[in-house]
Nanobody, 121 residues
Framework: QVQLVESGGGLVQAGGSLRLSCAAS????????MGWYRQAPGKQRELVAG???????NYADSVRGRFTISRDDAKNTVVLQMNSLKPEDTAVYYC???????????????WGQGTQVTVSS
């Protein structure tokens, strides 16, 4: 059973920082691509940041330079450090994995339950 458990959301003032963490289990974490998505009310879910198994990263234009994604393969954890937060960053943030449960498995997409981030102006 694959589980992605997010933590670290909350309420912060504009200009502040939050650190989201996602603990993964049930997948071979070291070969999984990981990412963070977000969904604001009335909007589609969008990619915020992604990181490959090799450590390459990509970011949405709206967060580049403010957010940093990283991974710790020893702890099966991916972290999103969010700085200089803006009210438009308010959304539910979801951890995502594109990975395998075992080496001969077909890769699948897995999601966490989401964590709310609210940025007040």
């Amino acid at each position: 059973q694959v589980q992605l458990v997010e933590s670290g959301g909350g309420l912060v003032q504009a200009g502040g920082s939050l650190r989201l963490s996602c603990a993964a289990s049930g997948i071979i974490f070291s070969i999984a691509a990981m990412g963070w998505y977000r969904q604001a009310p009335g909007k589609q879910r969008e990619l915020v940041a992604g990181i490959t198994s090799g450590g390459s990263t990509n970011y949405a234009d709206s967060v580049r330079g403010r957010f940093t994604i990283s991974r710790d393969d020893a702890k099966n954890t991916v972290v999103l450090q969010m700085n200089s937060l803006k009210p438009e960053d308010t959304a539910v943030y979801y951890c995502h994995s594109h990975g395998r449960r075992y080496y001969l498995d077909s890769p699948g997409d897995y999601w966490g339950q989401g964590t709310q981030v609210t940025v007040s102006s």
